[in-house]
């Protein structure tokens, strides 16, 4: 069971604003993304404790530090996103929104599955992002996850070699993050938990399903437009271009935060079924 305490709470609230401040300023977070993060962070930190913190942190960190590496170079492909580098409200609550229910999750019924299943959704949500910010740099065109068909780069539902490697890496990251934290910690006596061995593997695993799922759902069933006046596939249900574009297939109201939420979900299930396994 995970105690919780005003002293806590507020310890949560402080690192939040100062993380969302920092992503303001550094342009990785826009308005209504720093009130999420605010929000979500809170949650997060205060309910779960400082484990769930860190994770967060490193997820933010390495997601900001990739998303500036060779951005030159992605832009030309990224402008067909649905959003720019520059993470919303939206954003911020389909990346954390399922960290701050499994928080709750924690504290109120004293779930142990919870962490295992944070570890995991968060593992997907930084796959995603590295995948996606390594992916586009790939020099060979992606290959439609379905059909196997090269697609432009930028496609929704494409995947080369060099994004799924990301991916792998993105989840190990969470993982080793957990490992790095709980060895910290160990110097001011906190003790290790059971499992922990298996937190990269976990973390791996969560991390490749969902960006494996992510990928799926972008090839099937993500609301996809066509921009007539640029004669491109694009994410936007409005165009950079200022064109108002035509939904090309998928569903309208699964646009790619709740695709990026899906996918967490998909991330934090395969890691929860690996921890019961392993226990
Ligand atoms: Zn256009």
Redesign the pocket.
Same mark, same amino acid.
């Given at each position: 069971m995970v105690e919780w305490s005003i002293g806590r709470a507020a310890a949560g609230l402080g690192l939040s604003l100062a993380i969302a401040w920092a992503g303001y300023r550094l342009k990785a977070l826009s308005h209504s993304g720093a009130v999420g993060a605010i929000l979500i962070g809170t949650l997060i930190m205060g309910i779960g404790g400082w484990l769930w913190g860190w994770l967060l942190v490193a997820f933010f960190v390495s997601s900001s530090v990739l998303s500036r590496y060779r951005s030159a170079d992605k832009a030309a492909v990224q402008v067909e996103f649905a959003k720019g580098g520059r993470r919303d409200g939206g954003q911020v609550l389909a990346n954390g929104g399922l960290g701050a229910i499994l928080a709750l999750c924690s504290a109120v019924i004293g779930a142990w599955w919870a962490f295992p299943a944070y570890l995991g959704a968060m593992a997907a949500v930084n796959a995603d992002t590295w995948a996606t910010e390594l992916g586009v740099l790939s020099r060979r065109a992606p290959r439609l996850i379905t059909t196997g068909r090269p697609v432009p780069p930028g496609t929704s539902g494409g995947v080369t070699a060099l994004g799924l490697v990301a991916a792998l890496a993105g989840g190990l990251f969470i993982g080793l993050a957990a490992w790095v934290g709980q060895w910290i910690a160990s110097f001011v006596g906190v003790s290790w938990p059971p499992g922990i061995t298996w937190w990269p593997l976990w973390a791996a695993a969560g991390g490749v399903a969902g960006a494996l799922f992510d990928s799926l759902l972008g090839a099937t069933v993500q609301g996809v437009y066509y @921009?007539e006046? @640029?004669r491109?596939e694009t994410e936007r249900s409005f #165009? #950079? @271009?200022g064109?108002r574009t035509r939904r090309l297939r998928g569903w309208a109201w699964l646009n790619n935060d709740w695709v990026n939420f899906l996918s967490s979900l998909a991330g934090g299930l395969i890691a929860m079924e690996l921890a019961i396994w392993f226990r």
């Open positions: @921009c006046r @640029c491109k #165009h #950079h @271009c064109t």
